[in-house]
């Protein structure tokens, strides 16, 4: 790990200030300046060599402020500073947004969920070997315009959404799956204060620029996530080359909205096999106004998968996605609530 | 060639051997102490090392290290405690799990300074006196483990397991001590013990 200095962040303002300090031009990926939370990602990263940040700033003494997890009133505020473990054991969350707390308990370990934060999480870098393997020169997302390792290497757990002709390395999450799927606004605090975007606006799809992964800048800090309206009619099934402790390789996070037996609304997000969390608006079309039933289920896993693109190792994953789309529906058309 | 010399060598011990090659610890301090006040840097210059008070099994600790040292190095190079190992060093295996405040952390993944202020439990920690922790003991009676590399870090997740509520089934001991992986494939007798000791940890 290279050497970097570190300082503990008294208020958001002075976070923000530190972590603007010495931009550059660069994205934020190769900031001087990183904050750090859970740590879980960023330490891993920089003893890879990926990270080499020449600052540190330890945003955690913000959690006072910034790690509340309110549900009530028909809508859901979470701090960014809120860890995964303990928004996926709240009782309210687990009753009113089980796609948000399954989406958190079935990632990564208890160690690691009672570290890492919501902010954190969806912040977190591909798992693609060549990205985190720095012996491997090409990787556009490494080193601009160094080429792909992954597109004609080992590449089984790769996109196949989402991907460009620079990188096709997989977003690993799960959490960004129920945001965006439930139409989450992201609260981002900068220099000028606090601004919401849309969780769909955050993230940005790898096309020429792999290196820049989200809209946030330098001197920017996700302080929280809202979202409006309860879904207890929710799920999160997540496919793994094994039961626990594994990243996707597929999943879907689903949410319907049901009355009288007629889907009113519907929300279908896929992970494991896109590039960026991805909102499959066209499958979620042919849902609506319908009574659900298995033939259905199996046209809308088709639509969710209609422009995916295989490569030597993962085409798998799109005849495995459509069959996770297919039983996360019927699992949420059919839960008891 | 002498007696003296064989006799050293029937007394060899291997960890305090490696305890004093390790050999940085508990240099003197001569820094000033680390800056509280969160509007001034800890460590503000990277190439100089820092002083930090860790608190570990109740008692405070002051070290002076590196800002790089986290708190898996700070316990096993600086306080000579090497219950916690070192396994992958990339928060994967979990044998470097501690409690951190009463939660279970990869303390491989965490910087020491960042952990000032808090209560760190290791596996040194655990047991009162001669007498082992609960969860220790139904691990010696379960024969849960082979080489015992992961059984520190198996412990210091099984304690923090039970008392999150996450050990009324196999099912659940098993999906919530994922997070610390056993070559040896003990995993049998892991579960085992996690449901031996539970009520008695419960309860007490």
Same mark, same amino acid.
């Given at each position: 790990?290279?050497?970097?200095?570190?300082?503990?962040?008294?208020?958001?303002?002075?976070? =923000?200030?530190?972590? $603007? !300090?010495?931009?550059?031009?660069? +994205? /934020?990926?190769? @900031?001087?300046?990183?904050?750090?939370? &859970? %740590?879980?990602?960023?330490?891993?990263?920089?003893?890879?060599? =990926?990270?080499?940040? $020449? !600052?540190?700033?330890?945003?955690? +003494? /913000?959690?006072? @402020?910034?790690?509340?997890?309110?549900? &009530? %009133?028909?809508?859901?505020?979470?701090?960014?500073?809120?860890?995964?473990?303990?928004? $996926? !054991?709240?009782?309210?969350?687990?009753?009113?947004?089980?796609?948000?707390?399954?989406?958190?308990?079935?990632?990564?370990?208890?160690?690691?969920?009672?570290?890492?934060?919501?902010?954190?999480?969806?912040?977190?870098?591909?798992?693609?070997?060549?990205?985190?393997?720095?012996?491997?020169?090409?990787?556009?997302?490494?080193?601009?315009?160094?080429?792909?390792?992954?597109?004609?290497?080992?590449?089984?757990?790769?996109?196949?959404?989402?991907?460009?002709?620079?990188?096709?390395?997989?977003?690993?999450?799960?959490?960004?799956?129920?945001?965006?799927?439930?139409?989450?606004?992201?609260?981002?605090?900068?220099?000028?204060?606090?601004?919401?975007?849309?969780?769909?606006?955050?993230?940005?799809?790898?096309?020429?620029?792999?290196?820049?992964?989200?809209?946030?800048?330098?001197?920017?800090?996700?302080?929280?996530?809202?979202?409006?309206?309860?879904?207890?009619?929710?799920?999160?099934?997540?496919?793994?080359?094994?039961?626990?402790?594994?990243?996707?390789?597929?999943?879907?996070?689903?949410?319907?909205?049901?009355?009288?037996?007629?889907?009113?609304?519907?929300?279908?997000?896929?992970?494991?096999?896109?590039?960026?969390?991805?909102?499959?608006?066209?499958?979620?079309?042919?849902?609506?106004?319908?009574?659900?039933?298995?033939?259905?289920?199996?046209?809308?896993?088709?639509?969710?998968?209609?422009?995916?693109?295989?490569?030597?190792?993962?085409?798998?994953?799109?005849?495995?996605?459509?069959?996770?789309?297919?039983?996360?529906?019927?699992?949420?058309?059919?839960?008891?609530? | 060639?002498?007696?003296?010399?064989?006799?050293?060598?029937?007394?060899?011990?291997?960890?305090?051997?490696?305890?004093?090659?390790?050999?940085?610890?508990?240099?003197?301090?001569?820094?000033?102490?680390?800056?509280?006040?969160?509007?001034?840097?800890?460590?503000?210059?990277?190439?100089?090392?820092?002083?930090?008070?860790?608190?570990?099994?109740?008692?405070?600790?002051?070290?002076?290290?590196?800002?790089?040292?986290?708190?898996?190095?700070?316990?096993?190079?600086?306080?000579?405690?090497?219950?916690?190992?070192?396994?992958?060093?990339?928060?994967?295996?979990?044998?470097?799990?501690?409690?951190?405040?009463?939660?279970?952390?990869?303390?491989?993944?965490?910087?020491?300074?960042?952990?000032?202020?808090?209560?760190?439990?290791?596996?040194?920690?655990?047991?009162?006196?001669?007498?082992?922790?609960?969860?220790?003991?139904?691990?010696?009676?379960?024969?849960?483990?082979?080489?015992?590399?992961?059984?520190?870090?198996?412990?210091?997740?099984?304690?923090?397991?039970?008392?999150?509520?996450?050990?009324?089934?196999?099912?659940?001991?098993?999906?919530?001590?994922?997070?610390?992986?056993?070559?040896?494939?003990?995993?049998?007798?892991?579960?085992?013990?996690?449901?031996?000791?539970?009520?008695?940890?419960?309860?007490?």
């Amino acid at each position: 790990m290279r050497p970097f200095s570190y300082q503990r962040a008294s208020d958001p303002d002075m976070a =923000v200030r530190a972590l $603007a !300090a010495g931009a550059a031009n660069d +994205p /934020l990926t190769k @900031a001087a300046a990183q904050p750090l939370a &859970g %740590g879980t990602a960023l330490i891993d990263l920089m003893k890879l060599d =990926v990270m080499r940040p $020449a !600052a540190i700033v330890d945003i955690n +003494p /913000l959690a006072h @402020a910034w790690s509340a997890i309110e549900p &009530g %009133g028909g809508s859901l505020r979470l701090g960014a500073l809120a860890r995964m473990s303990d928004v $996926a !054991a709240h009782a309210e969350i687990q009753r009113s947004y089980p796609v948000i707390a399954d989406s958190l308990k079935l990632a990564a370990s208890a160690q690691l969920r009672n570290m890492a934060t919501l902010g954190g999480n969806v912040m977190q870098r591909t798992r693609c070997n060549y990205f985190r393997d720095v012996s491997y020169e090409n990787c556009n997302k490494r080193n601009p315009g160094s080429g792909c390792a992954a597109m004609d290497g080992v590449n089984r757990m790769h996109a196949v959404l989402g991907v460009s002709d620079q990188c096709i390395a997989t977003y690993p999450g799960d959490f960004a799956q129920a945001l965006i799927a439930l139409d989450a606004v992201v609260e981002i605090t900068g220099k000028a204060g606090t601004r919401g975007i849309p969780f769909a606006q955050l993230h940005k799809a790898p096309g020429s620029t792999p290196e820049i992964e989200t809209t946030l800048q330098p001197g920017e800090l996700i302080s929280a996530f809202s979202i409006q309206g309860r879904w207890p009619r929710s799920v999160y099934l997540k496919a793994r080359d094994r039961q626990s402790y594994e990243f996707a390789l597929s999943s879907a996070a689903i949410a319907l909205d049901v009355q009288d037996g007629t889907i009113r609304d519907a929300r279908v997000a896929l992970g494991g096999v896109a590039t960026v969390p991805w909102r499959a608006r066209e499958a979620e079309a042919l849902l609506k106004g319908q009574k659900f039933d298995e033939a259905l289920a199996r046209r809308v896993a088709d639509a969710a998968f209609a422009d995916a693109r295989g490569r030597r190792h993962n085409s798998f994953k799109i005849g495995l996605g459509r069959r996770v789309v297919a039983r996360a529906l019927q699992q949420a058309a059919t839960m008891e609530i | 060639m002498s007696d003296k010399s064989s006799s050293r060598t029937s007394t060899f011990d291997r960890r305090a051997f490696m305890a004093g090659a390790a050999g940085t610890a508990l240099v003197p301090m001569t820094a000033r102490a680390a800056a509280q006040d969160a509007n001034v840097p800890v460590a503000r210059d990277p190439s100089l090392p820092v002083e930090v008070t860790l608190r570990v099994n109740g008692k405070d600790k002051r070290l002076l290290i590196d800002a790089r040292t986290t708190v898996l190095d700070a316990l096993r190079e600086h306080l000579k405690l090497t219950g916690s190992k070192k396994g992958c060093d990339h928060g994967q295996c979990g044998a470097c799990t501690v409690l951190i405040d009463d939660r279970r952390v990869v303390s491989c993944l965490t910087l020491a300074l960042a952990a000032e202020g808090q209560e760190i439990t290791t596996i040194e920690g655990l047991a009162t006196d001669d007498r082992l922790h609960p969860m220790q003991q139904a691990f010696v009676d379960n024969d849960a483990f082979q080489c015992g590399y992961c059984t520190p870090g198996q412990i210091m997740s099984a304690v923090a397991c039970v008392k999150e509520g996450h050990a009324g089934s196999e099912a659940d001991i098993r999906e919530y001590m994922s997070g610390n992986i056993c070559r040896c494939a003990a995993y049998p007798n892991i579960v085992a013990a996690v449901k031996q000791a539970a009520p008695e940890i419960m309860k007490g």
